[in-house]
Structures are given as C-alpha cells and as structure tokens.
C-alpha cells in the first residue's frame, strides 16, 4: 500500500466518526448525552450542530476518492475542524474540564485533524499534476 493510499483508508475511517456522531447527536439530541435536559431551544440546537458534524464527516468522504487533488476542501474542513476545536477548549477554561469522549474529541480537533491536513499536502506535493491543470 502506498502513502496516498494509506491517507485514503485513514480519512475514509476517521470521517466515520463524525458522521457516527452526528447522526447520534441528531437522531437522540441532547438527551443522548445528558439526559434531563428540558430546554427545547438547547435540544434543537444540539441536533443543528450535530447536523453540521455529519456533513463535515460526509465532505471528508468526499475528499478520498483523488484526494491528493482535493487540497482546498481538506484544508477548509481542517479550519472548520479547529475552529470548532477552538471553541471547545474555550469552553474548557470557562466551564471546567468535560467528559473524557469530549476531551478525545479536542484531541482529534486540535492535533488529529491538522496533523491528516499535513499529510495531505505532503501526498498532494508528490503527486502529478491534476488533469487538464
């Protein structure tokens, strides 16, 4: 297996995740992670967001098939990522330290994520030309 090959296979399984958990957070809402909570507004917020986490795991799988011509997608998703990585730890030093999944999840979004982003441009360098480019 080669380099852009062994990228493909760990995008393709890492997207899983966000998809995974979206379509959790959006079938069971906030419940699913805190049961007891009564606010609608915050429900419905949580199953929006988790709307959006699938759909960045969703465009990840878009990436992996030529994903060494897909640099733009993968650094915009990256920043997307990060940003809401960015906000959690935030919310981190304001609130107090979360579970542990969601500390896995600042992980994933603070280091994970940029380190793939990485590897992508480093495939996308060595690789030919995209056609007609």
């Excluded at 760990?10 to 992670?33: K, Q, R």
């Amino acid at each position: 297996m080669n380099e852009r090959q062994a990228l493909q296979r760990v995008v393709a399984f890492g997207a899983a995740l966000p998809v995974a958990a979206g379509l959790y957070g959006v079938l069971f809402g906030i419940n699913g992670l805190s049961p007891g909570v009564e606010s609608v507004s915050a429900d419905s917020h949580f199953r929006y967001l988790s709307g959006l986490l699938t759909g960045i795991g969703v465009l990840f799988w878009t990436c992996v098939p030529g994903i060494e011509h897909k640099t733009r997608l993968f650094r915009f998703l990256t920043l997307v990522v990060v940003l809401g990585g960015l906000a959690r730890l935030l919310g981190l030093y304001l609130t107090g330290i979360p579970s542990l999944t969601m500390l896995g999840a600042l992980v994933v979004e603070l280091a994970i994520t940029p380190l793939l982003c990485l590897w992508q441009a480093r495939v996308a360098a060595r690789a030919e030309p995209a056609p007609g480019a």
